[in-house]
């Protein structure tokens, strides 16, 4: 039997785990403040005025002000030169003010007015007109354009080289905000796999993984969770009829929280049971893609051969080749932060060269459909000195938690 996988009930598994966020330091005021003076200085090397982000983690990086994007426009303009202002609903303004970190001009508009016409009225105010403006590129099409239609007088781009251009460096509070989350997660995996046992549902796992993430401290749970079993480990996110679990099934779990906004992200894959030849050769392949990966990311290198260095590993074992099952269908990483995905990305177009402070995750999933997938999923972030595991890799297909 794997190591650390069945024998412990639900309950016994929840009384081993404690709230794990004590001495956490919070993002602090001056480097909100330093974010925005980043941005400011993107703004003048791509020629921008100001960049309007909307409701979301991008509002929330530059001004740390937590709202959540609706149908109602709520959001900043950041103009390259002067304050903050924001713009939001009339009858919001006491509570948006209550959310507010970095203090600016509310300019609200009312139920029967226009929040598009509103933003034109501010840019002509703080003194903006036939400028280049960057939208927030999360920002829903009903927003951009509206303010295109109410401002025909600018040019209205893509804010992604500012947005981007700043979140993807993280700080080191920004860091070691991820690597409590992430030790979080590996401890809810490893309590996980103890209460594995033969009928088990995905769903029970998932509700179990849930309240474990509650148990560490994670005020929310579960960010998210995905439980397979067998050859459904074969499909990255999952099936419609998930299967019960049976001994000797391949189980791959992926799940994370979030800690002040910032993500986890951990795949854990073992058998329940007995591992047969074929179930450790994938095992050990699909680690030998995700090692390589690891090594490949050196200061100065593209994301693009970061992923080529996994895709070789498994392609030369006769998987693939490329984006072909049986083989590695999706991007080797993303980049993780606020967002679980966001910039920059470890896949073949992406020529962003790696820079001290990018955070990503390595998982050359290998799919092998009819049979099952294996998936190991750790993080890295990039130092001085290269890249550094936020978690280490699972020991192995007998061990996976170092429990031995």
């Known amino acids: 039997m794997t190591i650390g996988v069945g024998g412990v009930s639900p309950q016994q598994a929840l009384a081993t785990l404690t709230n794990m966020t004590h001495g956490v330091a919070a993002i602090s005021d001056d480097e909100f403040n330093q974010r925005i003076q980043h941005a400011q200085r993107l703004m003048a090397q791509h020629g921008l005025e100001a960049i309007y982000v909307n409701a979301g983690t991008n509002l929330y990086y530059f001004t740390g002000t937590r709202w959540f994007a609706s149908e109602r426009m ?10 903050v202002q924001y713009i939001a609903p009339a009858f919001e303004l006491d509570t948006l003010q209550g959310y507010m970190t970095i203090k600016g001009q509310v300019n609200t508009w009312h139920e029967d007015e226009s929040p598009y016409q509103l933003f034109a009225n501010v840019l002509d105010n703080i003194g903006l007109s036939q400028a280049k403006i ?16 109410a401002a025909p007088q600018h040019r209205f781009v893509s804010a992604t080289t500012v947005t981007a251009g700043c979140r993807m460096i993280k700080s080191v509070t ?25 009928g088990i549902t995905t769903a029970e ?17 579960s960010y998210f969770c995905i439980v397979l079993f067998g050859e459904d480990t074969a499909y990255p996110h999952g099936v419609k009829s998930p299967k019960v679990l049976e001994k000797n099934d391949t189980v791959l779990i992926d799940t994370g929280c979030q800690l002040q906004g910032y993500n986890s ?27 390589a990966a690891f090594d490949a990311a050196t200061l100065g290198t593209l994301c693009s051969d970061v992923d080529a260095a996994a895709r070789t590993v498994l392609e030369a074992a006769g998987f693939g080749p490329d984006y072909k099952v049986p083989g590695l269908p999706h991007r080797t990483g993303h980049g993780i932060g606020l967002d679980i995905h966001e910039w920059p990305y470890l896949v073949r177009n992406d020529m962003t060269p790696l820079e001290v402070g990018m955070c990503f995750s390595n998982e050359p999933m290998l799919c092998v459909p009819g049979e099952f997938g294996i998936r190991h999923e750790d993080h890295f972030y990039m130092t001085d000195q290269g890249p550094k595991w936020f978690t280490a890799p699972a020991k192995s297909i007998d061990d996976p938690f170092y429990l031995a």
């Open 74 to 83: 709520v959001g900043a303009i950041i103009p390259a030169v002067g304050e």
């Open 174 to 198: 920004e860091i070691a905000l991820m690597q409590r989350a992430k030790d979080m997660t590996l401890e809810v995996h490893k309590a996980t796999a103890s209460i594995l046992r033969e």
């Open 205 to 221: 796992v998932e509700d179990f993984i849930n309240q474990a993430h509650y148990a560490v401290g994670a005020v929310k749970g």
């Open 265 to 291: 992200d951990i795949t854990r894959t073992y058998v329940f049971g007995e591992p047969n030849a074929r179930q450790r050769q994938l095992w050990q392949l699909e680690q030998d893609a995700q090692i």
């Open 134 to 149: 960057g939208i927030d590129e999360s920002t829903a099409f009903f927003i951009s354009d509206g303010i295109a239609q």
